[in-house]
């Protein structure tokens, strides 16, 4: 074998819920330091090829493997076992508990013996700020901060330093920049680099071809439960993406339409 | 140097205690001025702390348990059924009172064990449910005694050490429940603020998918939070009945609504995910001392419910406030 074997591959991964497909033979493969964009609209079946991936629904037919090998998640806390966290869109974590104690939901650090460990608060802050700040977020300096009180985008970095931190190898990211401001989004993506220059295997789902090319190295696009495109960094321009998204119908020319419209409005859209 | 200051007050204001300490200072202060010597010497801080040592020691667990985004209304009906318990069983059947007080306590920890269950296997909102559960185990109650004693009170006769350590009075005026109050509150607040244990509650209250898939046993959780409350409700139904040496099947009622106004003085968010055990204790004592006060002051009792209802929404209204400078303090660099 010349090739390191994928962290995680689908193969013809089917998922019905009842008579209704969701996901079509589905194949995806994922490497180590390489980013996957997963692009697709409102229903193409991106969450639940999410929550497939994330042990949440085995996949009705298919396999997936890791590292080569076949494996069946018993549920997400298996997969999160096996180095597979997900990230949601407004972080996943919890607004009105401190970062401290947010980063160590479930694995708290303790101190003192037998029924008297107590919470080690300051061990807790000082590892969770580290790693947030490793991250290149430099703002976030005091562990004892509501997480409630962070930005979007500072969310976002604690929620996959975290991830990353907790031995993650397979980065699920679910939607990170779809509710951020344009500077905010830009923290995320490059947290996304840093997140690939590490070694980690990273799944990110958008809907913002921009963003997918500003990072993606490789891009899947879902229509319908289907593979409708799997192809490599520059092998398609943005305009062709967007087209493949909605359904290859020429979004692009709209848009361009739209553009040409606008300019010569002096930058108004056309009235509905 | 002002930065500093800042940072303190944030620190400050982002205890959820806060809110609930300020409050409990006026309102003392109101019925202090109102209340005159009377309400300032023994008489009156026994009659407020032997009403929030009751209230309390359910507020607390009911405080967990809506931390972690929860409510349990079957407190009400737990109280009775466990006073009942103990007087049926020690008293109309004569058994040793060790066995009647471990029966009584052992109601109320299953009853919470069922909710738990319910509230964790059904998608019914724990409010429904365990009013639903209040009004299955106040018919057992009421059925089962009639059918045993054949009457709704029971009387039973404690010996003077289970009087001592439930039901005595220091001074005839400080119930030795206030001292059991305490030691609930410094055994809750270890577990809510020391231990890991408190942090699952209020990672299940912030959010209950990513707590669990954080790894965080939701479901046993839920329902040990459940049956801590059933206990706690319990062990004051316990100790009701030995102090008035008799129960009634239709004590408890007030309490129900009464731990809830309590938790929520106390600064514990309604819909889960923040609060403190300290803020729970200072709510049950401003609660508990506008219930009281209202006699040692020159106003009419029957109006007394209009401040509580005040104080309930004043209370609403400065958590939210306070938690909203919680949230902001620090956060204004961007």
Redesign the interface.
């Known amino acids: 074998m010349t090739e390191e074997a994928p962290v995680l591959e689908l193969r013809q991964v089917d998922k019905s819920f009842g008579p209704i497909d969701v996901l079509h033979e589905i194949s995806l493969t994922v490497r180590a330091g390489e980013v996957l964009c997963l692009l697709g609209d409102n229903g193409a079946g991106k969450s639940t090829l999410i929550k497939t991936l994330a042990g949440v629904h085995p996949p009705t037919r298919g396999e997936i493997l890791m590292d080569g090998r076949p494996v069946h998640f018993s549920g ?2 298996d997969a ?1 076992d096996r180095g597979i966290a ?1 990230v ?1 869109q407004f972080g ?6 401190s970062i401290g ?2 980063f ?5 650090p ?1 101190k003192g013996w037998g029924p008297f ?3 080690d608060r300051k061990k807790a802050n000082e590892i969770a700020v580290q790693a947030v700040q490793s991250f290149g977020i430099t ?1 976030i300096d ?1 562990g ?3 997480v ?4 979007g985008g500072e969310r976002q970095s604690l929620a996959i330093a975290r991830a990353v931190h907790f031995g993650a190898r397979v980065l699920i990211l679910d939607e990170p920049t779809a509710a951020l401001g344009v500077k905010q989004a830009s923290h995320v993506l490059r947290i996304v680099l840093e997140a690939k220059r590490r070694g980690l295997a990273v799944i990110f789902i958008t809907h913002q071809v921009m963003h997918a090319m500003a990072v993606g190295d490789h891009f899947a696009v879902l229509i319908r439960g289907a593979l409708a495109a799997n192809f490599r960094k520059g092998e398609k321009t943005r305009e062709e993406i967007t087209d493949l998204m909605a359904g290859g119908e020429a979004m692009a020319g709209l848009e361009a339409s739209l553009e040409t419209y606008m300019q010569s409005h002096e930058g108004h859209p056309p009235s509905a | 140097m002002t930065a500093g200051v800042f940072r303190g007050l944030g620190r400050f204001a982002q205890r959820p205690e806060t809110g609930s300490f300020v409050g409990l200072i006026v309102t003392y202060a109101f019925f202090a001025i109102l209340g005159g010597r009377l309400f300032l010497g023994a008489p009156g801080w026994s009659s407020w702390l032997n009403m929030a040592a009751e209230v309390g020691i359910v507020a607390l667990p009911v405080g967990l348990l809506m931390i972690a985004g929860e409510l349990d209304i079957s407190v009400g009906s737990v109280l009775p059924a466990a006073s009942l318990t103990v007087a049926i069983l020690s008293g109309h059947y004569k058994l040793p009172i060790a066995l009647g007080i471990a029966g009584g306590l052992l109601v109320g920890v299953a009853v919470g064990f069922v909710n738990g269950l319910l509230v964790t296997r059904t998608r019914i909102p724990s409010l429904i449910l365990t009013i639903g559960t209040m009004f299955a185990v106040m018919g057992l109650t009421l059925g089962f005694t009639i059918m045993i004693a054949g009457s709704t009170g029971v009387f039973i006769v404690p010996d003077p050490l289970t009087k001592a350590l439930f039901g005595a009075a220091l001074g005839g005026m400080f119930q030795v429940g206030i001292f059991w109050w305490a030691g609930f509150a410094a055994i809750i607040y270890a577990l809510l603020h020391l231990s890991p244990w408190g942090n699952w509650i209020f990672a299940l209250g912030g959010d209950r998918d990513s707590a669990r898939n954080a790894g965080i046993p939701t479901q046993r959780l839920t329902i040990q939070l459940y049956m801590l409350s059933g206990f706690a409700a319990a062990f004051v139904g316990v100790m009701q009945v030995i102090t008035f040496g008799s129960a009634q099947v239709a004590a408890g009622s007030s309490f129900i609504f009464n731990s809830i106004m309590c938790v929520v003085i106390g600064g514990v968010l309604l819909t889960g995910g923040a609060g403190s055990v300290i803020g729970i204790v200072l709510g049950t004592m401003t609660f508990a001392i506008v219930n009281q006060g209202i006699f040692f002051s020159s106003l009419n009792p029957d109006f007394g419910s209009i401040i509580i209802g005040a104080l309930l929404l004043a209370a609403v209204l400065s958590n939210d406030t306070f938690r909203a400078l919680a949230m902001n303090y620090a956060g204004k660099k961007t």
């Open positions: 997400p806390k999160g997900t949601h996943g974590t919890f607004p009105l508990m104690r947010s160590f939901v479930g694995v708290e303790t460990k107590v919470f703002r005091d004892d901060r509501l409630g009180g962070l930005s």
